[in-house]
C-alpha cells in the first residue's frame, strides 16, 4: 500500500491510496470467505461450503465488489495512521481506479484533528478584577431580610408604592380580551416592576372599591409578538389595600435570623457570604476571559464537523428551551422576530468560538500533562448518582464508558481552567 498526502486545509486533509496485486490478493480472500457463507450447495450445509467450490457459484461482479470495498475498509484507517493523522469521523472514500487482481486507487478525504499552535498561555496579560462589597449590598439584603419579616395591614388609605393590593383586572386588545391579561384576586406589590410600565404607576392613588381602566402600550421589544408595541386596556378593580409594615433593622431583627447576637455580626456574616458569591462570579468570568485571550493569541483551525456538532447541541437546547413554552423551533424564532439565516449564522460564530476554547484548553492540557485521578472521577460519578437516583435513565447512563470518559475531560477542562487562574493571577 503506497499513500500520498494532500492538505485541502488546516483541518482537512486527502489521502490518494494505491493498492497493489498483494493488497487486493488478501482483500480478495477475505471477500470470497464472506460470500461463501451465503453460497448453498448441495451436499454442504449452508456456511461450511469450502471457498474453491463456493467461487463457482458466485459472480465475478459480486466478488469483485465484496473485495474492493474489504480492501477499502481494511486500508483506510493503516493509511491514516501511517500519515500520523487522526479523522474526526469516517473519511469519505471515493473509488478512482480499480483492476481485478492487479491494482486500485482511492481517495480518502477527511476533517482532522488539527494541529494548534498555543500562544504563551502562561502570560496572557488579564487580570481578575476586584471583588467589593458596598455599604448599599449589605442594605439591600437587611430590606429583603426586614421584609420576610413583615407584616400585612389592611389599610383604609389610597395605595401607594411598597403597598400591597389585591386586584382584578381584564386586558383588553381592540376590545377583546388577550390571553394571558386577566386575573382575580391577584396579590401585586406596587413598585415590584412585575407588569408593564405604567400599570402599577396607575394603580397607585387609588383606595378600596376603586374601578378604573388603564390604558397602557406594551413595549416594543415585549416577549408575546402579537402585544409588543400594542395598545390596550386594563380594566382594573382594586378589592384591597395592604400595608406592608417591616420591623426595624436592629439587634432584635439580627436575632431572628440565626446566631446572631447583634446588627453587626449580621452585617459581618452578609458581607462574607456577599463577597464569596461576587468572587465566584469575578472567577467565572476571568476564566471567560483567560480562554477568549488564549484563542486570540494561538492558531486554532476550527473543524467543520465540530462546529456542525456544536450547532446542532445549540439547537438542540433551544428546540427543548421552546418546547417547555409549547412552542416549536420556527415558532420560537418568530416569536423573537429571528429568521433562520439570521439565527445559524449567529449559532456558528459561537460553535466555532466554543470548538476553539475546547481545542485550545485540550492542548494546554497535554503541554502541562494535566489529568484527573481516577478516584476522583468515581467519587464524581458517586455524587451525580445520588443526584439523579430517581431517573433510570439516567443512572443507566452512568453506567457507559463514553459518559464516564466525558465526566473525565470535564474535570480535565476545570482542572486546566484552575491553571490558568493561578498561572495569571
Known amino acids: 500500500m503506497k499513500t500520498k498526502f494532500k492538505k485541502i486545509s488546516d483541518s482537512r486533509v486527502e489521502l490518494t491510496v494505491t493498492l497493489d496485486a498483494e493488497d487486493l490478493k488478501a482483500a480478495k480472500k477475505k471477500a470470497l470467505e464472506k460470500l461463501a457463507k451465503d453460497v448453498k450447495v448441495e451436499g454442504f450445509r449452508k456456511g461450511k461450503v469450502p471457498t474453491e467450490i463456493a467461487r463457482k457459484f458466485i459472480p465475478d461482479n459480486d466478488l469483485n465488489a465484496e473485495t474492493i470495498d474489504y480492501a477499502v475498509r481494511s486500508t483506510v484507517v493503516q493509511a491514516f495512521q501511517k500519515e500520523e493523522k487522526s479523522p474526526l469521523v469516517l473519511p469519505s472514500v471515493n473509488v478512482t481506479k480499480y483492476v481485478p487482481d492487479e491494482s486500485a486507487e482511492y481517495t480518502a478525504t477527511a476533517d482532522i484533528i488539527p494541529e494548534v499552535k498555543l500562544g504563551d498561555y502562561k502570560k496572557l496579560g488579564v487580570k481578575m478584577g476586584e471583588v467589593k462589597v458596598t455599604e448599599k449590598d449589605i442594605k439591600d439584603i437587611l430590606d429583603n431580610i426586614a421584609k420576610s419579616f413583615a407584616e400585612k395591614k389592611v389599610a383604609k388609605k389610597a395605595a401607594e408604592t411598597g403597598d400591597e393590593v389585591i386586584i382584578d383586572f381584564v386586558g383588553k386588545k381592540n376590545g377583546e380580551a388577550f390571553k394571558g391579561g386577566s386575573a382575580k384576586d391577584y396579590k401585586l406589590t406596587l413598585g415590584s416592576k412585575t407588569f408593564i410600565p405604567g400599570f402599577e404607576e396607575g394603580i397607585v392613588g387609588h383606595s378600596s372599591g376603586d374601578k378604573f381602566d388603564l390604558k397602557l402600550t406594551f413595549p416594543k421589544d415585549y416577549g408575546v409578538t402579537d402585544l409588543a408595541g400594542a395598545k390596550t386596556v386594563f380594566e382594573v378593580l382594586v378589592k384591597q389595600v395592604n400595608e406592608i409594615i417591616k420591623p426595624k433593622i436592629n439587634d432584635e431583627l439580627a436575632q431572628k435570623c440565626g446566631p446572631f447576637k447583634t446588627l453587626d455580626e449580621l452585617k459581618e456574616d452578609i458581607k462574607k457570604n456577599i463577597e464569596a458569591q461576587k468572587r465566584h462570579t469575578e472567577e467565572e468570568k476571568y476564566k ?87 478516584d476522583l472521577v468515581a467519587a464524581k460519578v458517586a455524587e451525580l448518582r445520588d443526584v439523579y437516583k430517581k431517573s433510570p435513565e439516567a443512572l443507566k447512563q452512568l453506567k457507559s464508558p463514553n459518559v464516564r470518559s466525558d465526566i473525565k475531560n470535564r474535570m480535565i477542562i476545570e482542572a486546566t481552567l484552575d491553571y490558568l487562574v493561578k498561572t495569571n493571577k
Open 288 to 374: 471567560d476571559t483567560l480562554v477568549r485571550e488564549l484563542v486570540k493569541k494561538s492558531k486554532i483551525p476550527a473543524p467543520e464537523v465540530l462546529i456542525d456538532d456544536q450547532v446542532r447541541m445549540i439547537r438542540d437546547d433551544m428546540t427543548r428551551n421552546a418546547s417547555s413554552q409549547g412552542l416549536s423551533f420556527e415558532e420560537f424564532l418568530k416569536r423573537n422576530d429571528e429568521t433562520l439565516e439570521n439565527w445559524e449564522k449567529e449559532a456558528r460564530k459561537i460553535a466555532e468560538e466554543r470548538v476553539k476554547a475546547s481545542l485550545a484548553l485540550q492542548n494546554v492540557a497535554l503541554a502541562e500533562k494535566i489529568d484527573v485521578d481516577d
